[in-house]
C-alpha cells in the first residue's frame, strides 16, 4: 500500500506563489510515475504534471507550463509543485497521485492523496 501526503495548500494573493509538497511513502518509487491534479469547485478533474521516478522525465500541461514546476527529491519520495504568478482561477483542490510500474499518471492513477486547497484572492 502506498500513502500519498499532500501538504503547502493555504491562502494567497494573487501574482504570489506556492510551492506544494506530495511525500510517499509505503513502497519503493522508482517505479512510480507522480503527479499533480486540481478540481475547482464544480468542475472535473484536471491533470497538471507528472514524473517519472525511473526516468526523471517530466510533464506539465500547456497551459500552466510557463507558471507551474514540477520537480522531485529522490532521498525525501517527494514530489513538488511550484506555482509562480497565482491567478484566482488557481483556486482548487490539489491532489498529489502515483501510478506504478508506469512513466505518466495520466489515466487512472493507482494511488492518490487527500487533497490540499488553494485559495488564490484577487
Known amino acids: 500500500q502506498v500513502q500519498l501526503v499532500e501538504s503547502g495548500g493555504g491562502l494567497v494573493r494573487a501574482g504570489g506563489s506556492r510551492r506544494l509538497s506530495c511525500v510517499a511513502s509505503?513502497?519503493?518509487?522508482?517505479?512510480?510515475?507522480m503527479g499533480w491534479f486540481r478540481q475547482v469547485t464544480g468542475k472535473e478533474l484536471e491533470f497538471l504534471a507528472d514524473?517519472?521516478?525511473?526516468?526523471?522525465?517530466?510533464y506539465i500541461l500547456d497551459s500552466v507550463k510557463d507558471r507551474f514546476t514540477i520537480s522531485r527529491d529522490n532521498t525525501k519520495n517527494t514530489i513538488y509543485l511550484q506555482m509562480n504568478s497565482l491567478k484566482p482561477e488557481d483556486t482548487a483542490v490539489y491532489y498529489c497521485?502515483?501510478?506504478?510500474?508506469?512513466?505518466?499518471?495520466?489515466?487512472?492513477?493507482?494511488?492518490w492523496g487527500q487533497g490540499t486547497q488553494v485559495t488564490v484572492s484577487s
Open positions: 497521485a502515483a501510478t506504478f510500474d508506469s512513466d505518466s499518471v495520466l489515466g487512472n492513477p493507482d494511488y
Open positions: 509505503g513502497r519503493t518509487f522508482y517505479t512510480y510515475a
Open positions: 514524473i517519472s521516478w525511473r526516468q526523471g522525465k517530466s
